[in-house]
């Protein structure tokens, strides 16, 4: 990727306007998750730790492809996931008429 700015205002103008496209993704991705809940039987099914690992190497190829680094992409991704697993343990509870706290 060849990205090159002349000023520190550039490069936070291109910041924010990724941060805007990245947190609509985000929320995005947040509906699907809260829709997985319905289709998942147990709290073992919605932690996935499995699935989480074939996301995570999927990701790191995926840096790798496009000229990210492929560390931070994994840790961005393992906090993402781990908050999107406790959205989606409170809408399994939700569903399942327990509590959601």
Same mark, same amino acid.
């Given at each position: 990727?060849?990205?090159?700015?002349?000023?520190?205002?550039?490069?936070?103008?291109?910041?924010?306007?990724?941060?805007?496209?990245?947190?609509?993704?985000?929320?995005?991705?947040?509906?699907?998750?809260?829709?997985?809940?319905?289709?998942?039987?147990?709290?073992?099914?919605?932690?996935?730790?499995? /699935?989480?690992?074939?996301?995570?190497?999927?990701?790191?190829? $995926?840096? @790798?492809?496009?000229?990210?680094?492929? +560390?931070? =992409? #994994?840790?961005?991704? /393992?906090?993402?996931?781990?908050?999107?697993?406790?959205?989606? $343990?409170? @809408?399994?509870?939700?569903?399942?008429? +327990?509590? =959601? #706290?």
């Amino acid at each position: 990727m060849d990205v090159h700015c002349h000023t520190l205002e550039e490069v936070r103008t291109q910041i924010d306007r990724l941060d805007r496209q990245i947190v609509t993704l985000l929320a995005e991705r947040g509906a699907y998750v809260a829709q997985a809940a319905r289709f998942k039987k147990d709290v073992d099914a919605v932690k996935a730790p499995q /699935r989480v690992e074939q996301v995570i190497a999927k990701v790191r190829a $995926l840096s @790798e492809q496009v000229g990210a680094h492929p +560390g931070v =992409t #994994e840790q961005v991704y /393992r906090a993402m996931i781990a908050a999107f697993i406790d959205q989606e $343990l409170t @809408e399994h509870r939700r569903l399942a008429g +327990g509590p =959601t #706290e």
